[in-house]
């Protein structure tokens, strides 16, 4: 009796060692099976990697493609003379974008030189020491009128007749006489209102209203005798 209590608690312990052993085993393998499914997701995610770099690396050049592709091969400035900056696609396009930077902040346009006349009136009367007085002015070629330029100057034009009896310039009473001594060739030509007005006088009498100073081109000087009918 004794005995096969003995072998039975001996069969138990053995059975409880057993089981031990097996669920030891299991834990074991449990851990391996984890660290190799670890290692496989360790696998695959070390292989996207690359991937996704390729990806990134492809957008940035197609980026640097599209960047690059409006532009002219060529710029007259660099074949000019810098052929260095023709070996860097990159520093080519810097130095378009900075001029295009450039040309689009440049708002300011570089002043225009409009040719000016130079205009001298003589008289009308002389001083005393026989000399005539002299006045000068200047006008934008081809801008204004004769009459208009002595009027701005507060030059008197008309005599005592004209003061009274002007047409203010419409052409209709020729009392706006004065005579080109130089630069005739700077001014318009005769109007018909001065064919008409001036048929018997000299060819250097002009009416005012009727005289361009400059044609918008020229410019030089113009010498103006005020009210040479008071010389004769
Ligand atoms: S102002 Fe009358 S014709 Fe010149």
């Not at 409009?114 to 003589?122: N, T, V």
């Amino acid at each position: 009796m004794y005995i096969r209590r003995m072998i039975f608690i001996y069969k138990g312990l053995i059975n409880f060692f057993v089981f031990i052993k097996l669920v030891s085993s299991f834990v074991a393998l449990s851990d391996h099976v984890i660290r190799l499914i670890r290692l496989l997701l360790w696998l695959q995610k070390d292989h996207k990697q690359p991937k996704r770099d390729f990806q990134k690396n492809r957008r940035t050049e197609m980026a640097f493609t599209v960047n690059l592709a409006p532009l002219p091969l060529r710029s007259p400035e660099i074949t000019a003379g810098n052929s260095s900056s023709l070996k860097s696609g990159i520093s080519f396009t810097r130095k378009r974008q900075i001029s295009a930077f450039a040309a689009s902040n440049s708002t300011e346009e570089p002043p225009t030189i409009k040719p000016e006349i130079e205009l001298e009136f003589i008289g009308p009367k002389a001083g005393g020491d026989g000399k005539y007085p002299v006045d000068r002015a200047a006008a934008v070629s081809g801008d204004k009128l004769l009459r208009t330029i002595m009027e701005d100057n507060k030059l008197e034009l008309y005599g005592t007749y004209g003061k009274l009896m002007n047409c203010g310039g419409g052409g209709s009473c020729g009392t706006c006489i004065v005579e080109v001594v130089e630069g005739k060739e700077l001014l318009n030509e005769r109007t018909n209102t001065e064919l008409k007005y001036l048929k018997k006088k000299p060819e250097s009498w002009r009416l005012a209203c009727q005289t361009i100073v400059g044609n918008k081109e020229n410019s030089g000087k113009v010498v103006i005798q005020r009210l040479p009918q008071r010389k004769k």
